[in-house]
């Protein structure tokens, strides 16, 4: 055999496994699909996903009440308000800082004091809405709380309803707090990218 029969032969070899790694490659789909349909093409719903999503703006007062017979803020671990004391929630969120103002919905889950040497909250929180558009819709907060800094960042880090795949951040601000009850009312200003 020659130089060129070697060459023609690799030639045909390399064209022919490319051929065949292309039918195998286009063949396979990108992802499984059964007969009820519950997967999508990836690829149909990486591109559709990019054009749908959206950036929302909330603003709420958290309405923490700890004081009183009916309180929404009750401790369950530990006494007092050192390291470990933690409250479960069933706060108003509401319209205005006044607690009697409409109400938007509910912050629901748990809060706890984190830290040894400072004052900061680990925050575990559901925002419920339960009022025009979003009603029915949610966010899920977890993040530390310094509360004795003015504004206090925290991530936002899933939602549902309307606010499906929901990421982005709180931003909680204390416009009262009573020394005598501990009863607050926080500001909050929400910004969270869904689909």
Known sequence: MTSISYTYYYTLFIIFNTLTLTLIVFSIPITSSNEDNFSENLLET???TRLMEKTTNLHFYFQDIVSGKNPTSVQIIGKGLGFGA????????????????????RAQGMYSSAAQKD??????????????????????MLGRNHVFDDVREMPIVGGSGLFRFGRGYALAHTVSFDPKTGDASVEYNVSIKHF
């Open 86 to 105: 933690t409250f479960m929630i069933d706060n108003a969120l509401t319209e205005k800082p006044a607690r009697d103002s409409r109400i938007l919905g």
């Open 46 to 48: 990486i591109i559709s």
């Open 119 to 140: 004052t900061a909250l680990l925050m575990v929180v559901v925002f419920e809405f339960t009022q025009g558009k979003y009603n029915g819709s949610s966010i899920s």
